[in-house]
Every structure is written in C-alpha cells, then in structure tokens.
C-alpha cells in the first residue's frame, strides 16, 4: 500500500515536469569514464525513457579515458597542457579510434535500453554526421598544442532536422575543418557550443562525482554564474572540475537557463534531476544575484517587513521580533542585490523524523517567477541534510501550492506532539500537508 501511495505521489510530482519538457531541446554531456558496463546500460536506458517522453536530446560523449587507454598499449603517456591534451599525430589516430569504440558501444547499449521502456515499437534513432566543425587550438604559451581543436561552428539546422524526425543526436568529441583537418575536440566545450546555438532548455553534464565540490567536500547546490566565477577565481575546484563550471558560466551567460552538473554514476540521477524537484548535483544559473542563503540577527528587520502583512491577515502565524531573534537558525532568505525578497523556515522537532517548513514568504512583486518552488527545493534540501522523512507545512491559503508541488493532506494528529499541542491551541484550524522526503 505504502509503494502505491508512494507512487501516486512521485506521479503527481513528476507529471508537471514530463509536460514542460516535450518538445524542449536538452543537451547531456556524459564523462568518459561513464560510457562501459552497468553505469552506461542504466545511462542508456534512462535517456531511451527521457526521449519517449519527447525531449529532444542531443547527447555528446567523452573519450578521455578511452584515449589514454590507447595511449598506453601503444608505450605512451599522455601529455597534457593546461588540462588540455596534446594530441599528436598517434594521438589523433588513438582519438579517432576511441570515439569509433565509444559510438559503437553507446548505440548498443541504446538498442538495448529500449527493452525497458514502453514507448517504442522501434529502437529511437540514433544520428551522427558532421555537426560540429573545428579550427586548431593552436600554440599556447609556445606549446603546440598539434591537433587538439576547438569548436568552430556547430551545425544547428543539421540537428534540428534529426531532431525533428525523432532521433536522439549522438556527437563525437572529433570535427573537423573546412580545409579537411581532423581535431581532438573537448566534450565539455561541444556540449557548451550545440547547448548554446540550439538554445536548448538545459544543458546536463554527467560526471563520476556529485557535482561541484567546494574545499570542505560538500556539493554546491545551487550557484549564480557570479558565485561560479567567484569559486573559479578563487581556485578552489579541482582543473576537469573547473573547466566544466566554466562552460557551465559560458552558457548561462549566453541564454541557457540552466546548466546542471551531476553524477551519471548514480542510478536514474538524470531522471531524478528532470522529473522531482530534489536538486541533485549542482545547479548554475544567470539568475545571478537572486540567491538563498541562511539568514543572520542583521536580517530581521527586513524579514519582518516581508511577514508582517500577511501576519495581519492571518495567512503567517505571529512572530515577534525576540522569536525571531531566537530561531533566526533556522530561517533561509533570497536575497537579491543587498535586498531580501523571500524567507522560509525550517523547524525541527526533538526525537522525531518530521520538520516542518514554516514562514514561507516571496515579496509580491517577485511572485511568479518560481522564487517560492527555489525556496521550496532548498528546504528540501536542508531537511534531507537533517534526515528528516516527514516536512509538514501548514496553511489557511495556500493549500493548492503545496498540493501541486508533490505535498499529501494529512491529519493534525500526524504533526509531532509538541507541535500538534500548539495547533490545537492556536485554534487556526490551518490544513495540514505533508511531503515524503526519500533519504539519500
Ligand atoms: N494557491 C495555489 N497556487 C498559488 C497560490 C495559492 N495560494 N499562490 C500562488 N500560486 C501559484 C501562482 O498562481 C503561480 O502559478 P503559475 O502561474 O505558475 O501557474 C505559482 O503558484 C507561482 O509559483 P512560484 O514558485 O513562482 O511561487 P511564488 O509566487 O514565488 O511564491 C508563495 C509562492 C506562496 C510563497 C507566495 O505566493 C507568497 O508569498 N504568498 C503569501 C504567503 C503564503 O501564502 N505563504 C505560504 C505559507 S504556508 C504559516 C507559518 O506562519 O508558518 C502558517 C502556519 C499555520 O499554523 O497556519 C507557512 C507555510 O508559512 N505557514
């Protein structure tokens, strides 16, 4: 019974998702290291699923580790510039044969995957070709850096096109250029270029680890193209990490709306990351000073501008400026350009598995930009962190939101003691709802 309940719920949440994406364009990235065995047959799977739901995917792979593979039977190191390889003569021909290894394997990996989804009565098409044409890098800092090439051009209408008769676009880390030269080219910096000319919903990179990881260890959930530059600047990430946050900026920077950045190791996280709102991975958008933080004693007068209004129409419960002093711990706020647009709280509960998210505030002319849902998925977030199964949410007016956004109703007497004490007392007679929260 639990796993039907559990179903309908992930369901609901997953269904807004799945309409907003048919049709959107969506270009994944998938590290090298990711493309043998299990993890590319679970890959496979997954993206045959995505693309029966009508995304259209472009999907650029890597060849990093397949490439120093060759390199080594052949007696060679791989040398490196700047976290860029040199490629040689022997390298390019190493290159070429990887990516033709690498083609071969995803294609049959996404024949088989197709086994488990639904949606097809013939395998998705997969289509390859000249998409991406390329010039040298050139000499840098005087080392030749031979055939390793950028992007020069990326072949939008020749996509598109595939993309319209229904196939998935499976792209090489090879172009070449006008003149009939070959180059080594990066993933990262194709899935950045076709990410960028399509002007695609969203751009995915696939990696070994979570996301991008700050100097403590810790996956950054959510960072601003500013904050990105900021980390980039400071150094902090390690250089394959570092290039990737930088296209992950470029793209922002140049109309997409979201780059995100996860682990392909873990199963079913591209799903996981479309279809719920658990973030996973870490997340890069323009949006660069709108930002949620913790929120500090200096805040408060801010904060009560924002909850005193709806205090007065009953919608928040009353909070005085000592309550507030008290539990500033556990309020998060937006904050934009010094100003705070947006506030919620996360209570705990002593020897319990439940939380509840309270003081949920986005300042009126900020509405409707998907503000509260950021406010949303960050609670969630801080409460997972907290092993919390159970966040609770209670409200006289805004039942539907949280309806929509995966919450159950629930009766008062599934509130924690101490809680349901206050309800009862308060005599508000608020709903109640509640959201199942999978741990990690
Ligand atoms: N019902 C259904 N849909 C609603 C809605 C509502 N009341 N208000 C907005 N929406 C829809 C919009 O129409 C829009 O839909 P669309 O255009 O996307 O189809 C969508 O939601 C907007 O979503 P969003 O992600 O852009 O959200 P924001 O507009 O940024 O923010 C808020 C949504 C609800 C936060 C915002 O409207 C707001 O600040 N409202 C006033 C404050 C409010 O109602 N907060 C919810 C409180 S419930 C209390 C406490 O004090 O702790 C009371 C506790 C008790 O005991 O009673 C809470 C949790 O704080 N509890």
New binding site residues.
């Given amino acids: 019974m639990t796993n039907v309940v559990d179903f309908i719920s992930d369901f609901r949440e997953a269904a807004p998702y799945i309409q907003y994406l048919r049709g959107k364009t969506l270009v994944v990235g998938v590290a090298d290291s990711l493309l043998s065995g299990e993890t590319l047959r679970t890959l496979a799977t997954d993206l045959n699923l995505i693309a029966g739901l009508g995304v259209r995917l472009v999907v650029v792979h890597g060849s990093r580790t397949q490439i120093n593979a060759l390199d080594t039977v052949a007696g060679r190191s791989p040398e490196y510039y700047n976290g860029r390889r040199i490629t040689d003569d022997d390298t390019l021909i190493h290159a070429k044969q990887a990516c033709g290894m690498i083609r071969s394997d995803i294609e049959a990996a996404l024949l088989t995957g197709i086994a488990h989804t639904p949606f097809r009565s013939r395998p998705l098409s997969i289509a390859g070709g000249n998409f991406v044409s390329a010039r040298p890098l050139g000499v840098i800092d005087g080392i030749d850096m031979c055939h390793t090439g950028i992007v020069r051009k990326v072949d939008t209408e020749g996509i598109r096109s595939r993309l319209n008769d229904g196939a998935l676009v499976l792209i090489s880390p090879i172009g070449h250029s006008l003149s009939g030269k070959t180059f080594n080219l990066s993933m990262g910096d194709i899935a950045e270029a076709a990410a960028i000319a399509l002007q695609a919903e969203k751009l995915v990179y696939l990696i070994e680890e979570e996301g991008i990881i700050d100097a403590q260890g810790e996956v950054w959930s959510n960072l601003s193209a500013q904050e990105a530059r900021t980390l980039l600047d400071n150094q902090t990430v390690s250089p394959e990490q570092r290039r990737l946050l930088q296209s992950a900026v470029n793209a922002v920077e140049n109309g997409i709306k979201r780059t995100q950045i996860l682990s392909g190791r873990k199963n079913g996280s591209l799903i996981a990351e479309l279809f719920t709102r658990h973030g996973v991975g870490t997340s890069i958008a323009l949006d660069a000073f709108m930002h949620i933080r913790e929120a500090q004693i200096g805040d408060i007068p801010e904060i009560t501008n924002l ?1 005193r209004p ?2 007065e129409q009953g ?3 009353r ?1 005085s400026r000592e309550y507030l002093e008290n539990h500033i711990g556990e309020f998060s706020v937006l904050e934009h350009d010094n100003q705070i647009y ?1 506030c ?2 996360l209570k705990t509960f002593p020897d319990s598995d439940a939380g ?9 002319e ?11 998925e960050h609670l969630i977030h801080q409460a997972r962190k907290r092993h919390i199964l159970r966040l609770f ?10 309806i ?1 956004r995966g919450f159950q109703t629930a009766s008062s007497e599934e509130l924690p003691a101490g809680r349901l004490s206050e ?1 009862l007392e ?1 005599k ?1 007679r ?1 709903k109640v709802f509640v959201y199942h929260i999978k741990p990690e």
């Fill in positions: 909850i709806l205090e919608v928040l419960l909070r947006g919620v709280a509840e998210l309270a003081c949920l505030v986005v300042l009126p900020a509405r409707d930009s998907g503000y509260g849902e950021r406010l949303l949410a209670l409200s006289t007016h805004t039942g539907e939101w949280f929509e309800y308060s508000r608020s």
